[in-house]
């Protein structure tokens, strides 16, 4: 009897240490999950603490402000597993009203029963809990008012299924697909938004909009993510990106704007596998234009800067605050300042990145594998409107590059105060005297 006794309780401390191992596995893997979708970015205010709420979301109707996804009650402290689930990919709140969609349910609606339950266990059992209220939205009424919305998810939010990988499909393409459509929500910043503010496509199935770039939100543009070489990632090999995705910076471009927190929050934790996945399928996804062309360098512009022609409007702007960084011959240093030449973000339509980076700057976060800030200065403080316009044209326009030419006005609309001078301004007295 005494030995049956032992026996069963031997057992039952097995029992516990692998009911404990698997537990903390699971938060484990929600962790790792959480970092994938970039939870942390939406969810957490300057200077606040993590996964508390209150980043304000500009939308065309007014402020939307984050929740709190912390365990306390104040934020999902009360939350079952179907009521979390209910959220994240159905987009209905606890109290059954329906979330604006800044949260990206539409694209949540595809992971899958297991990773939800990783992502449940983290965020109730590997976040520190934060007692702080929800900050209402600064709508102002009848806008405010929620109905609508469950009108807008009825209409726009597919059914919340799990997604299945094609027959025959390649395992690493499938994953990509996964985790780009899914937990990546990629579709939420590049893919364009119709009138009524749903993506146009939520997936290559639904049409060549899908990642085909949107429209500006917050001075920035987020490039086609198609195979278009001019202005997506055709010339771009997988490795390229895959370097790109994990650390920020390639031999092709440097990461800035919104993305600059996707690499440092999200990417550089992904592992190998993920980001190769994730490259592999956005390489299937084919141009958005039918005669779409490789970029063919042209050597013209380089050669004249070389003899000292800077006669092209913009080219001595370009001498004086750019080339010692990208070159003359527009090529710039590998991994460290992004080559002009052919680099699709200088050739979108809309110049709109271009110009804000020109104006406020930027800085390459530092990574585990790329352990270096590098940053781009602001030249917003000592360019005219007329004079960024005609270095931003003189980028566009040179060392084969297709970008239609950017106005004073075009420059002037973005400004801000922050940026030093008025639109109107004349700094070359300032700068050069």
Known sequence: MTKMLIAALLFSASATVQAAESGEALVKRGEYLARAGDCVACHTAKGGKPFAGGLPMPTPIGTVYSTNITPDTSGIGRYSFEDFD???????????????PA?????????????????YAYFMKGVEPVAQPNRATDIPWPLSMRWPLAIWRGLFAPEAKAWVAPANADP??????????GLGHCGACHTPRALTMQEKALNPQEGDQFLAGSAPLE???????????????????EEQLVQFLKTGRSDRSAVFGGMSDVVEHSMQYMTEADLTAIARY??????SKADDQPHVYDKQVADALWKGDDSKPGASVYIDNCAACHRTDGHGYTRFFPALAGNPVVQTQDPTSLIHVVLAGGTVPATHSAPSNITM??????????EVAEVVSFIRSSWGNQG????ADDVARLRTPELGQTSGSDTRNVTRN
């Open 282 to 287: 956005l390489k299937t996804l084919p141009p």
């Open 172 to 181: 690493v393409v499938s994953r990509g697909a996964y985790l780009v459509e």
């Open 377 to 386: 200065p602001a030249f917003g403080w000592r360019l005219s409107d007329q």
């Open 404 to 407: 239609s030419a950017v106005t």
């Open 103 to 119: 949260m990206p349910y539409p694209s949540y609606a595809r992971v899958n029963d297991e990773d939800m339950k990783a992502l």
């Open 86 to 100: 209910q959220a994240v990919r159905r987009g209905i709140g606890k109290d059954g009203s329906t979330l604006y």
């Open 219 to 237: 001075g920035w543009i987020a490039k086609s993510l198609r195979g278009d070489h001019k202005d997506g990632l055709g010339s771009w090999s």
